[in-house]
Nanobody, 124 residues
Framework: QVQLVESGGGLVQAGTSLRLTCTTS????????IAWFRQAPGKEREFVAS????????DYSDSMKGRFAVSRNDAKTAMYLQVNSLKPEDTAVYFC?????????????????WGQGTQVTVSS
């Protein structure tokens, strides 16, 4: 069973950039899509970005388009989320996930392997 581990979170100032990393143990992404979600205190987990298995289709939350970029390495053992121009409202725990299928999805139901999350806190 593949496991995911996120890293790269921390306390940062508004306006700066951050790169989150999610690495696998026990295997690769295989033919799964990949995604990032986030969850702020007291709120539901929300979709951030996803990438299809082939890496040819990237999807972003409408509110985050332009500041976020999802990518992965060729070995399919790591995925990344580049976040630019961070805002205090970006404060959340960020989770990476592997999809149930090769197609990207915006729903948490489309993913069956999750990391433990990494905290991002943006100060104003």
């Amino acid at each position: 069973q593949v496991q995911l581990v996120e890293s790269g979170g921390g306390l940062v100032q508004a306006g700066t950039s951050l790169r989150l990393t999610c690495t696998t143990s026990g295997g690769t992404f295989g033919r799964s899509s990949i995604a990032w979600f986030r969850q702020a205190p007291g709120k539901e987990r929300e979709f951030v970005a996803s990438l299809s298995w082939a890496g040819t289709y990237a999807d972003y939350s409408d509110s985050m388009k332009g500041r976020f970029a999802v990518s992965r390495n060729d070995a399919k053992t790591a995925m990344y989320l580049q976040v630019n121009s961070l805002k205090p409202e970006d404060t959340a725990v960020y989770f990476c996930a592997l999809g149930r299928s090769p197609a990207a999805s915006r729903s948490t139901n489309g993913y069956d392997v999750w990391g433990q999350g990494t905290q991002v806190t943006v100060s104003s």
